[in-house]
Nanobody, 124 residues
Framework: QVQLVESGGGLVQTGGSLRLSCTSS????????VGWFRQAPGKEREFVAL????????HYADSVRGRFTISRDNAENTVHLQMNSLKPEDTALYYC?????????????????WGQGTQVTVSS
């Protein structure tokens, strides 16, 4: 059974930092891409960042580029999302997901397995 688990969320002030982690019990994170998405109340789930299996390719949403960094530690079977200079508009439930497919995709429907999410709240 595929299982993804996110951690690292919390409450932080504007300008602060958090580091999210996504782990898997199996080889799920060896999928072609691992993505982070987020969903704020009343809004659709949106793409945040992705990293390929090799770790050589990363992509970011315009809203987070320059502030967030996605990375992976294959030895620890973990993908991280370092979030700096956080803003109130970053408040959301953050999910990691994996995609089996060589084409890079940025919509939730293109991802195959999901975690349960970790809440990030940025206070103003």
């Amino acid at each position: 059974q595929v299982q993804l688990v996110e951690s690292g969320g919390g409450l932080v002030q504007t300008g602060g930092s958090l580091r999210l982690s996504c782990t898997s019990s199996g080889r799920t994170l060896s999928a072609d891409a691992v993505g982070w998405f987020r969903q704020a109340p009343g809004k659709e789930r949106e793409f945040v960042a992705l990293i390929t299996r090799s770790g050589l390719t990363t992509h970011y949403a315009d809203s987070v580029r320059g502030r967030f960094t996605i990375s992976r530690d294959n030895a620890e079977n973990t993908v991280h999302l370092q979030m700096n200079s956080l803003k109130p508009e970053d408040t959301a439930l953050y999910y990691c997901a994996v995609r089996y497919g060589l084409l890079l995709k940025y919509t939730p429907a293109d991802y195959d397995y999901w975690g349960q999410g970790t809440q990030v709240t940025v206070s103003s």
